[in-house]
């Protein structure tokens, strides 16, 4: 236990150094070394690639360049942990810092273009290769994409030859301020998608690896350029893990919405809801052949905190992630201090859906949310609380409502307006929409 205490420690103290170097912006020392070695890298691997059509793998000219990758992805990973690049339209990621490549000057195809033939758009580094790994991973990137799911084919090729520490992921792009928003996947495309990878970030978590938040922040995107009705479902393939954080999400960016909060702050949180619970998938115990246990509730959000502490380098996203985790169970009366902004929205949101949801207590939302006010100004911030109730209307989504003419119906929407705080949108058992602003009244709730 006093390990167990000592490691809790140290890693509240690196968060509070991290909160001050937060408070006076970006680490930029490190920031420019992510930069410089990132450009090295992405720069190098092009490099590779062209060689490759015109020699052998095997010939010596590969040498120098493949040693000189192997020595930046060392330096990189030693530096950050995990190396995530992301090749976004004409911009290039090294983790969450932006770096000087400009896709649209090289005369050639771009990092972007060389991925996308595979329909891959980054890729992350759990561990540094070995220089015959790197070959091969060149010769994996080099060679005609697979006519039949070219990703998956890309990611089974690395994996068949030893190079399972290397992860691909799917293209992307991020919307900036000021697009029109266009063509937008539905509710249901892009919910399965953040599921999917929810749930492919805990099995990574699990094996030790660093969550990459890029793809997630992308999901965060189309999110927000959507309906973020909160009655929406999970898919019906989704872990229960997924599908409540998804949830949290759903609500936390509602409240984050109405509480006016900036596009850019918006999107922190939205990942930070998805993040909030990942100190579930740490194994403690574990080592000697045993493959763990995950930690009880009580210690599972500075398990989370310390998960995402490990990639070294300090920005304003990551220690809102990890405030988030550390928060957002703590009361808004704590007697130790007010928690963070993001953990008082994460209180509200997940207790409302595990107040709600089937496999937690179950109750009606109505009820639930009758609870929780009752505790505003103890449990949760009473003015978010108060944003919650206006987000939700008198009747959130989900409650049974008989109406006075005796028909049955359950809530779908939430409060559209001011004047339909206590005049929602429901849906009879046979489908037959009715909007309770131009017809019906509410007798009781069931």
């Known amino acids: 236990m006093s390990d167990v205490n000592t490691a809790l420690d140290a890693a509240q103290d690196q968060l509070g150094r991290a909160i001050d170097k937060a408070r006076v912006g970006e680490d930029r020392e490190l920031a420019g070394r992510v930069r410089d070695n990132g450009e090295r890298l992405v720069r190098l691997v092009l490099a590779l690639l062209r060689m490759t059509k015109v020699h052998a793998l095997d010939n010596h000219a590969f040498d120098h360049p493949i040693h000189d990758l192997g020595a930046v992805l060392v330096e990189l990973i030693d530096t950050l942990g995990t190396v995530h690049i992301a090749a976004v339209e004409d911009q290039v990621y090294v983790n969450d810092v932006r770096i000087r490549i400009d896709e649209r000057g090289e005369g050639e195809p771009g990092i972007a273009s060389e991925l996308k033939r595979h329909r891959v758009g980054g890729f992350s580094f759990h561990v540094a290769p070995t220089e015959p790994q790197l070959r091969i991973f060149v010769a994996a990137l080099a060679q005609p994409p697979s006519s039949d799911q070219p990703k998956r084919a890309l990611q089974a090729r690395l994996a068949a030859n030893g190079l399972d520490s290397i992860e691909v992921a799917g293209v992307y792009r991020y919307m900036v301020a000021g697009e029109e928003k266009v063509e937008h996947r539905s509710q249901r495309e892009v919910a399965a998608q953040a599921t999917r990878l929810l749930d492919q970030t805990c099995d990574n978590l699990v094996k030790n690896r660093l969550p990459n938040p890029l793809p997630l922040r992308r999901v965060v995107t189309e999110m927000l350029g959507s309906d973020l009705d909160p009655s929406w479902t999970p898919p019906p393939e989704s872990s229960p893990f997924s599908a409540h954080a998804m949830r949290v999400a759903r609500y936390a960016l509602a409240i984050g919405q109405r509480a006016s909060l900036a596009d850019a702050i918006l999107q922190d949180l939205g990942v930070a809801a998805m993040f909030h619970d990942v100190g579930y998938a740490s194994r403690e115990g574990a080592g000697g052949g045993h493959p763990g246990y995950a930690p009880p509730f009580e210690r599972h959000g500075s398990a989370g905190a310390r998960m995402v502490l490990r990639q070294r380098g300090f920005h304003e996203a990551k220690i809102r992630r990890a405030l988030a985790c550390l928060d957002h169970h703590r009361d808004f009366a704590d007697p130790a201090g007010t928690p963070s902004a993001f953990g008082r929205i994460l209180r509200i949101a997940e207790d409302f859906d595990n107040l709600t949801r089937g496999d937690g207590a179950a109750l009606s939302p109505t009820d639930a949310l009758s609870g929780m006010v009752m505790r505003a100004g103890t449990a949760y911030d009473p003015t978010l609380l ?29 409060a559209r307006s001011p004047q339909t705080f206590a005049r929602p949108l429901c849906r009879q058992a046979d489908g037959t929409l009715v909007d309770l602003a131009a017809e019906g009244e509410v007798a009781r709730v069931l």
């Open 386 to 414: 108060r944003v919650f109730v206006n987000v939700l209307g008198r009747y959130p989504p989900g409650s049974v409502l008989e109406l006075a003419d005796g028909r049955v119906v359950t809530a779908i929407s939430m």
